[in-house]
């Protein structure tokens, strides 16, 4: 019903108590509101506008004065933005969820009230309407079943022919016909009906609820020819879906179903109670219609829930987890719960819009369609993108074989950011497309621009300290690449690689503050709370404070550098990593220390300019000094003569002579000097030959030992040991037993050498 325009009273139209002039055409103005209000779409749409119309006179001041424009303030900070907009879309779903709980309440109001005028029906015209009606019914369903009969013959001749050449070509060609003779039958049908309806009508007339029928029954059996081509549940040579005979005759039966109970109830029942009973009646019939549909739904939904499930995750089950694979895994643990709420929300709208809600329902499901399809579409590039990752030119790769890695890093992390707000995205355009909000609105809106602009700077901001990153890093790496250039030398890698760490701490810490001052957080307030707590974090930690001191100046002193041998702490290895506040040093069996710098009292670097081998070798007594530095330097002439120890040591071996003399032996001294880091390697070369020399030349390299001496006589000559047959041991033919075992005692307290058992020799020392 067409609605006129009522002319809607503003509350400033008239002055308060002043009598109202009476208009000429009030009348017809009474008629239009009436008519206005028996139609619900225009009904709704009056409710709406009389409810703007007051929202905006309770907006203005009580004098009627214009407002005055607020005074120009700080524009709003994102965190109010983000606030304001969760409560303003909060508000508009739980305003929208009511509509679901008065769309039931509306059924039920509507149920009774037809229930009320359903008594006042004249039921023998009803029954004289519906005699009328059966006979066309019968009619056109006879002549339906008859001609489908005979098509099934030829259906299955054209399901032999596809089968028999086996391809989808000829499957679609013989499908085709098969198709236009099942329509060619609703049509043939249908005209049956018609020329049944005027033949034997009144006076050559149809009744117009014959005209209902014929006209539900072409659209609704034409749906299901539709529906029968995709299935074929007679005909598996012509069906194009991966259907087996049970699925596609049980989809068929019930896609069937449905559509003739939703079509015939809303097409055909609900326009005859209509106008057989009343208006009420007839919206009640097609509430209860779409009720019992929905029910209906529901439970084929609950039936196949976990068929379903199985078919998603079979890609995954199999062993393919990429993106695809996991969204079919989501979308098959929650299918049935998209459907049933799919299915609530067309019943909710065709209760609360029946005219639009067919129209609304295919244009949001489009939409919706078409945003999941573009957002798998992205999202799937994008994790292609990311598998594949970058490739560099080999010539980038050679001066910076870094820069490959350290972008794959950074270019996942930064595609998934993206995956991220694609899903976003498509997640806004479904709420859109199903006026959940109004996304349009609200992105150009001031709020929207102000949202977007300052996510738009974060962005950049972020992209910027990370070209700064990866050109700091890129640099650095440049310096320490030896096949671009000069080999970087220990101090090099030290200040570059803590340069490098400091410009990325510093990087993060101005980042930060940019962001933080970018989203509206005044960072005036955080950087002098930042100074304070940073005062008192120093007088906390005044451990820390003293070790980064003492590095830096260990830094600037070049004491170390990463890959010097080095005692510090107590502790000799080889530096791995120098931090701002620590080294950490690998000792020889291959503990890795962290050591504080505020524990290190003296470095002693092994590895400066150059470096020595002291060769200090133990000779006994009665050696010839002369004779040994000869031996000694017969061994660094054989040392020379090997190359890869002569290429390090830089000069003649340096004789210091006899620097001491120990207990058991005189120490001759004499120095190697060396490349730095190399005089280990010579000095073990060097000994192994002072071994060989000294052996070929008889020079003794004595070791501790003991002499036992049993006394001796007034010619100062010591008595023999006699051992006897028995193992009794006498000194000077005095019966001195030293049984076996206390023999074999004495010699391991070191009382009685193995080697002198039998007595000292005249020789020895």
């Excluded at 409710?47 to 119309?53: D, E, G, I, P």
């Excluded at 000829?170 to 499908?175: D, G, M, P, T, V």
């Excluded at 990311?386 to 790769?397: D, F, H, N, T, W």
């Excluded at 102000?450 to 700077?457: I, K, M, R, V």
């Amino acid at each position: 019903m067409a609605s006129a325009q009522v002319p809607l009273l503003s509350p400033t139209s008239t002055e308060a108590g002043a009598e109202a002039p009476v208009d000429s055409d009030y009348p017809d103005a009474v008629e239009a509101l009436i008519a206005t209000l028996e139609d619900e779409g225009a009904r709704a749409k009056l409710t709406a506008t009389l409810r703007a119309s007051l929202a905006a006179s309770q907006a203005e001041p009580e004098t009627g004065a214009p407002a005055e424009a607020p005074a120009e303030e700080a524009g709003p900070s994102l965190q109010d933005n983000v606030a304001r907009t969760v409560a303003e879309h909060t508000r508009a779903l739980a305003e929208k969820g009511m509509v679901v709980i008065r769309s039931f309440d509306k059924m039920t109001d509507d149920i009774t009230e037809a229930m009320v005028e359903a008594t006042q029906v004249d039921y023998p015209v009803l029954a004289f309407t519906l005699t009328q009606l059966a006979l066309a019914i019968g009619v056109v369903f006879v002549a339906f079943l008859g001609l489908r009969w005979i098509l099934a013959a030829v259906t299955a001749r054209l399901g032999r022919g596809a089968e028999r050449r086996g391809t989808l070509a000829a499957q679609l060609s013989h499908l085709a016909p098969a198709v236009i003779l099942n329509v060619l039958a609703v049509a043939l049908a249908w005209a049956a009906g018609y020329a049944f309806s005027l033949i034997f009508g009144r006076a050559g007339q149809m009744s117009i609820y014959q005209t209902l029928f014929l006209n539900a029954f072409l659209v609704i059996e034409v749906i299901k020819v539709v529906v029968n081509a995709v299935l074929m549940p007679r005909q598996k040579p012509l069906r194009v879906v991966p259907f087996d005979d049970t699925d596609a005759t049980y989809w068929y039966f019930w896609a069937s179903r449905l559509i003739s109970f939703v079509g015939y109830g809303t097409l055909f029942a609900v326009p005859v109670v209509s106008m057989e009973i009343s208006q009420s009646v007839g919206q009640a019939v097609s509430e209860v219609v779409i009720f019992l549909s929905l029910l209906l739904v529901i439970v084929l939904i609950l039936q196949n829930k976990t068929r379903m499930k199985d078919a998603l995750h079979r890609r995954l089950n199999a062993g393919n987890t990429d993106f695809l694979g996991r969204v079919f895994a989501i979308i098959g643990d929650q299918w049935h719960r998209i459907l049933i709420l799919y299915a609530v929300a067309f019943f909710v709208i065709w209760m609360t819009d029946p005219g639009n809600a067919l129209n609304f329902m295919v244009v949001a499901t489009v939409r919706t369609i078409l945003a999941i399809v573009a957002g798998v579409a992205v999202t799937v590039a994008i994790s292609h993108a990311i598998a594949l990752g970058l490739r560099l030119p080999s010539e980038v790769k050679r001066r910076l074989p870094l820069l490959e890695d350290r972008l794959n890093a950074f270019v996942p992390t930064v595609l998934k950011a993206v995956r991220i707000v694609v899903v976003v995205a498509v997640v806004f355009a479904i709420a859109d497309a199903w006026s959940l909000m109004e996304v349009a609105e609200w992105v150009l809106s001031a709020q929207g621009r102000d949202l977007f602009g300052t996510l738009a700077s974060v962005l950049v901001i972020l992209a910027i300290g990370v070209l700064l990153y990866l050109a700091m890093a890129s640099w650095v790496e440049f310096r320490l690449n030896p096949e671009v250039g000069h080999a970087p030398t220990p101090r090099e890698t030290t200040l570059l690689s803590l340069l490098r760490n400091a410009f990325t701490i510093l990087l993060c810490i101005v980042l930060a503050m940019m962001v933080l001052s970018e989203i509206g957080v005044n960072i005036g307030p955080l950087i002098a709370g930042a100074g304070v707590f940073g005062l008192a974090i120093s007088f906390g930690a005044q451990k820390f404070v003293q070790d980064v001191i003492t590095g830096i100046f260990i830094q600037f002193e070049n004491a170390m550098n990463t890959g010097d041998v080095v005692t510090a702490a107590g502790i000799t290895g080889v530096v791995e990593q120098l931090t701002i506040r620590s080294v950490s040093i690998r000792s020889l069996d291959g503990t890795l220390h962290f050591i504080p710098f505020s524990t290190v009292d003296s470095v002693s670097n092994y590895m400066k300019h150059f470096s020595f081998h002291v060769a200090a070798i133990g000779v006994a007594y009665r050696e010839d000094i002369g004779e040994v530095k000869l031996a000694m330097q017969e061994a660094f002439d054989r040392l020379m003569q090997l190359e890869d120890h002569a290429a390090v040591i830089l000069g003649d071996l340096e004789m210091h002579g006899v620097t001491e003399f120990a207990d058991s032996a005189v120490t001759v001294r004499a120095r190697i000097k060396t490349l730095p880091g190399s005089q280990w390697g010579v000095g073990r070369a060097y000994n192994e030959l002072i071994k060989e020399v000294f052996d070929a030349r008889g020079i003794e390299i004595p070791f501790p030992h003991m002499t036992l001496y049993m006394g001796e006589d007034k010619n100062g000559m010591a008595p023999p040991i006699h051992i006897a047959g028995d193992g009794i041991a006498t000194v000077g033919g005095d019966a001195d037993p030293v049984g076996p075992d206390r023999r074999v005692a004495a010699q391991r307290r070191g009382d009685i050498s193995p080697s002198n058992q039998d007595g000292p020799d005249a020789d020895d020392e």
